[in-house]
């Protein structure tokens, strides 16, 4: 296994690392960086420069704009990509749905939906969670029953990320409620103003507002917005989880975000001295720098493994990545709390048009409601109980 990286390599890493730096409108990384949410508009504005590059999809076909990778390009531009700080593109679209219907839609579909949702004019939001079927999402009750040219659908979904956004929604419906639970599940789109759609927000322990629960009553969709085949979704699904391998671990977000932290942590003082020099506060910087070490190693050996592997196949290992990813994420939010000391006790939430005064310095803001929105982190994308499971199964085969 060679983990160093061929001349061509280091080119293709040193380009993006100029894209990123230099050409990404520096006002969007800082944002970022300051662990402040975008607004609706910098998110779009955000991909399409992306896009302009080529840069959105490039883990789409290229007859649909994608750039054709090699596992090892794909890991450099993430990373370069989180090491300065620029907001990822919108998942939904550029991890989710699209791959989805590149893969399993028709022609029709492709030309209808895939350039739009590379350029964010159509922003996704995915509708698979319900109340009681997280985990077990095979287990999920919405229902899209078929009446003529449509279905009619109804049941609700939960945790809608950034629903009040979204233009369309990818859903997974019970559409044969008597066959095996995985087995009768559709992958349907339909507009997000479809009459019959509620979006209820709900607001996080952050204060912040990012996902919803969405309820569908009677909602009429057209049979062409099936994906694919009908009850062939959890397939679809499965692909779509599973498309996911190495960002997940937001190895270079986390080397940003200790870059942060030693920043402020020399601005902030023990005593007559700054909090960097304090040996207990190095130790534990230390401690999360070196497990984050190892999990960039272990990234690269994903990595390195995906140079020859299958193209399509879930890999376990990115359980482990999700597992280690999430908890040195929120390491680095408790840190970044004990960095900003007693000005992380105010609530002082990172909500866009914001005018209150801040207490203590501007970069404190960003310490507590960081640390509380981090939570989700170990819960979303399959939580870390869930990640235990699959290491324990499919890797040490017990
Ligand atoms: C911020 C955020 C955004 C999200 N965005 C979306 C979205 O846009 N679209 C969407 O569809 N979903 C979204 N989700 C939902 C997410 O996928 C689910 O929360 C997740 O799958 C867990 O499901 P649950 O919340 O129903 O918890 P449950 O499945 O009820 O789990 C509760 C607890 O039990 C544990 N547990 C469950 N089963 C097992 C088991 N077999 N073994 C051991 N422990 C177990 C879990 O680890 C957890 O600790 C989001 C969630 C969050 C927090």
Redesign the pocket.
Known sequence: MDLNFTPEEIAFRDEARRFFREEFPAELREKTAAGHHLTKEEMIRSQRVLNARGWAVPNWPVEWGGQAWTPVQVYLYQDEMQQANVPPPLA?NASMVGPVIAQFGSDEQKRRYLARAANLDDWW?????E???????ASLRTKAERRGDNFIINGQ???????QHADWIFCLCRTDAAAKKQEGISFIVFPMNSKGITVRPIQ?IDGGH??NEVFFDDVEVPAENLIGQENKGWDYAKFLLGNERTGIARVGASKAKVQRIKQLAALETVGERPLIEDAKFREKLASVEVELKALEMTQLRVVAAERTAARGKPNPASSILKLKGSVIQQQLTELAIEVVGPFAMPYQPLEAGRNEPVIGPDYATEAAPDYFNY??VS????????Q??IVAKAILGL
């Open positions: 939904f939001c995915q509708g698979f969670s109340p009681g079927s997280g985990s077990d999402l979904k939960t945790w809608t990320t950034l629903a996080t990012e996902v939570r989700k819960i979303y994308g399959g939580s870390n109980e869930i235990r499971n």
